[in-house]
T-cell receptor, first 115, second 110 residues
Framework: DTGVSQDPRHKITKRGQNVTFRCDPI?????LYWYRQTLGQGPEFLTY????????KSRLLSDRFSAERPKGSFSTLEIQRTEQGDSAMYLC?????????????FGEGSWLTVV | AQRVTQPEKLLSVFKGAPVELKCNYS??????LFWYVQYSRQRLQLLLR??SRESIKGFTADLNKGETSFHLKKPFAQEEDSAMYYC????????????FGTGTRLLVSP
């Protein structure tokens, strides 16, 4: 499968611990997105990278959240001092301007449960 | 504020019946509208986009700017259409910043 891959797929952590999620976009996609989805809701935009530059961050992304894309390829999303409200599915997506009308391709997501 | 509303959480129909999944939006500019679908145990994927004006898997959607709607329609539902459907709009920000609705689960019974 050469689609967007995310790791880990599931993570259970205790409140107050730090967690990190990794996303590997489709090869040569220069645009990368993080979304969050809670139960009963649609995905909500968190942040966007073009190559290695983080160009937009949602107000949902508190200072406990940090996302990086150091070499313009894979990306990490770290949540520090997790809270129960952080429990959600974290979705990564990628796209490449100019291909197929800039279609966004989503990964399968990383489930986070904070206990 | 930008918003996408999908009023139905669940839509249950019989195979062969027509289907209409409702989507209304609020946006001050000219948005780009999409329908995404998530089949059981699969990732979220694009079904169709309004600028393409195409029919995918028998589904069509017409953008009605007057009613700010983008309803998804199919004349004859199939069991394999059972899935979660999300309507989304893209803000004109130079990249696709998607705003999603809460989704409608379509259940097609035999």
């Amino acid at each position: 499968d050469t689609g967007v891959s995310q790791d880990p797929r599931h993570k259970i952590t205790k409140r107050g611990q730090n967690v990190t999620f990794r996303c590997d976009p489709i090869s040569e996609h220069n645009r990368l997105y993080w979304y969050r989805q809670t139960l009963g809701q649609g995905p909500e935009f968190l942040t966007y990278f073009q190559n290695e530059a983080q160009l937009e961050k949602s107000r949902l992304l508190s200072d406990r959240f940090s996302a990086e894309r150091p070499k313009g390829s894979f990306s990490t999303l770290e949540i520090q001092r997790t809270e129960q409200g952080d429990s959600a599915m974290y979705l990564c997506a990628s796209s490449s301007k100019g291909t197929a009308g800039n279609t966004i391709y989503f990964g399968e997501g990383s489930w986070l449960t904070v206990v | 504020a930008q918003r996408v509303t999908q009023p139905e959480k669940l839509l249950s129909v019989f195979k062969g019946a027509p289907v209409e999944l409702k989507c209304n939006y609020s946006y001050s500019g000219s948005p780009e509208l999409f329908w995404y679908v998530q089949y059981s145990r699969q990732r979220l994927q694009l079904l169709l986009r309004h600028i393409s004006r195409e029919s995918i898997k028998g589904f069509t959607a017409d953008l009605n700017k007057g009613e700010t709607s983008f309803h998804l329609k199919k004349p004859f539902a199939q069991e394999e259409d059972s899935a979660m459907y999300y309507c989304a709009l893209s803000e004109n920000t130079g990249f696709q910043k998607l705003v999603f609705g809460t989704g409608t689960r379509l259940l097609v019974s035999p």
